[in-house]
């Protein structure tokens, strides 16, 4: 029988606090000794590989076995190099080359990167199929509109990242791609008959078990289809039911952060209730979020303590959730090493650096005839997921040996060129008539889209879709507008975050 401390500790090992910063706070150290096994870095608290690998050493030394986890998708998410932006294309890119050796060889790269930080588990790929373009939450972090594509390239990227020993986390089942409400702020609904959840929603999680993915998450939406009421996160029906018991999964269960608006509600009030719900629906770890996370991880240990002692929550539950979380060590101790020789990683940056380009639409003409150009950004802000990143475009034009100006309106024709840079303007009227109103004064200018590609039909020279922020993707489209060798430039950032991580 397990005892009052056994019965602690197995409370405290299924709840993942955020991390808010490079030192160990008292409250935090209490928590490792309580029994508390992983922590997630979010974003605002890393940005550069210098940062997190500070922050894990640190945390390493109060916990030396305590296992770290973030959103490292490549792309427009990234918390390894959010100030820099990525070295690594976003899934969309992939998608649209849609090589699965390029893939695997980036999620090769992405395990060396986050194993050099410290970093044990990255909640990535993203399996959500986008086929909903207003999607606010998703976008480009999707490999694409159609499942089968999606559920290939998942399994690719699953493969990539466990064998360098990184924890893959097939991301938000049974899939947000088909909202347009985004769940930090509100609960999103996937209103589709089971049909379609099964040959749509479902077909890329099916490839990642297959592919032996050690943790699914759980997302933060309502499919009435499998429970009228609850989001899936908190749902035993979609959680056990369906993940566990149909798609037969028997890895580890994490849920989306639960501070997040659709199931915590406004000022978080619901967070602790949200909690217990998620272990009865079958989570094995609850991710709690970034923000006040004393106060949120004291709350929710109590909240499920008393479910356990009121009979609420049956013990062997989270007797099994250890078990389960238990397993996601063997990922990690088995690296496989050949891939940090020399030769190895050399062969997958070439193979990353030569399709890079080919991740990018272009159409028109997008080559600059003049060195002098003038960037005019019409942009929304990033989504919560992504965060600020390092991803505009003027420095890598700059890198690119042209003179840039950055500018805040459209400048009159002087022999200089003008180039755009547009992201998800098409999702806000305002942003939507600011870049039409430039294109109508120049429309000589060439437009940079590195959002999802704006469905908008106006005169212009050249497009060009990078499918995704990050460094890699401006650098790539800079050299392809300054008419310079893209594959080399590519080759160049991505060996230079590899060797200095």
Partial sequence: MATQEDVSRLVWGALMPGVAGPSVEPWQRAAFAAGVESVCLFAGVVGSPSRVAATVRALHRVAPGVLVATDEEGGEVTRVEAVAGSSLLSARALGIIDDLDVTRAQARLQARLLRQVGVHWTFAPVADVNVDPRNPVIGVRSFGPDAGCVGAHVAAAVEGLQRGGIVATAKH?????????????????????????????????????????????????????????????????????????????????????????????????????????????????????ADDQERALADSAAAVLTAVADGTLPIALLERAAQRRAMLRTVTARADRETDRAAGVDADIDLVASAAPRGLLVDGDVVLSTTGVDVLTVAARPGYAAGPTGWRLAPRLAAADLDVHEVSSVPARDGRGLVIEVRDAWKDPALADALAGALAARPDAIVVDVGWPTPLDLPVRGYLATHGTGALAATVAAQLIAGGDAGAAAASLIHASQLGA
Avoid at 192 to 199: G, I, Y
Avoid at 245 to 274: F, K, N
Wanted: contains cysteine.
């Fill in 173 to 289: 089942f049974p899939g947000h791609g088909d909202t347009h409400v985004d769940s930090h702020e509100d609960l999103p609904t996937l209103d589709v008959d089971a049909e379609t959840l099964d040959a749509r929603e479902l077909v890329p999680f099916r490839h990642a078990i297959a592919a032996g993915v050690a943790s699914v998450m759980t997302g933060h939406l309502r499919v009435p289809v499998l429970d009228a009421d609850l989001p899936v996160s908190l749902s035993r029906a979609a959680t056990t039911g369906l993940l566990r018991e149909q798609l037969g999964y028997t890895g580890v269960v994490v849920t989306d952060a639960v501070e997040m608006g659709a199931v915590s509600g406004p000022g978080r009030e619901r967070l602790a209730a949200a909690v217990v719900s998620a272990l009865l629906a079958g989570a094995d770890v609850v991710c709690l979020g």
